[in-house]
């Protein structure tokens, strides 16, 4: 089983040679880096083909001008030629080496169609210190509604399931993460298995964490894509999500110097690695 990595960035070269370089150690062996690169001005295609040769032919890229995030992202999937298909941003990287492997093992089993596990908010300068912690053991479709969603980047799904039920949607800017999984797990209930590990570090920063403009667009898009799908939501029910983020930071401790915008914004889902 091959399983693709994609990773859409635009001027991310500060970042990207820690996420790809967190691919190329895992463990499990059929593994295929793709790069998607918005038209960089930055230094990310010098970090991208330095850190080819160690891939020995299992990183592939591009470089060119795109219509967004999600476009990137579809760009990816669609060049991917693995069996199972997973993001990792330029400013995440995989939190063990052996992530990869047991994603693999999950899939082994050819009822399930995607996974998902654990992740871990973390900030310059200590990438080692967890921030905000967020488990998604508990989680189950009908808590879409109330703005929870599995953590994004831990998602991986057949490359199958976006050829039959469709991909990212491009007039989304912040959200089209959470309208997917509300159509793959709430319309179409495809079949999902929790590991239970953290399979992701991720940096505070990114789209939806940029300003409470930000925020609010990213609430809206989260109604609108419930809406879209058949599932009831208000905007007044997505503060719930808040009231749990505070209760994990509390547990983390190491979480409690966040500004109320981070807070808000370190959503389970998105960041990006793009500097737009």
Known sequence: MTISVITACRNGGQWLGSALDSVRRQTWPAIESVVVDGASTDDTLAVVRGLAPAFAGRLRWISEP????????????????????????????????????????????????????????????????????????????????????????????????????????????IAADYELLVRYLWVHRIRCRYLDLTMTRMRLGGMSTRSPRSTYTLNREIVRGCRENGMWTALPLLTFKYLFKVFELIHTREGMGLSVREVAGARDGMTSGRRE
């Open 66 to 173: 795109d219509a967004g995030l999600y476009d990137a992202i579809n760009k990816g999937i669609r060049m991917a030629t693995g069996d199972v298909v997973g993001l990792l941003h330029a400013d995440d990287f995989f939190a063990s080496d052996d992530v990869l492997s047991q994603v693999a093992a999950a899939f082994a089993d050819p009822a399930v169609d995607g996974v998902f596990g654990d992740i871990r908010f973390v900030r310059e300068p200590n990438l080692a210190k967890t921030v905000r912690y967020y488990r998604a053991k508990h989680f189950r479709p009908w808590m879409l509604r109330f703005g929870f969603m599995p953590p994004h980047p831990t998602c991986f799904m057949r490359r199958s399931l976006f050829e039959r039920l469709g991909y990212y949607k491009t007039d989304y800017r």
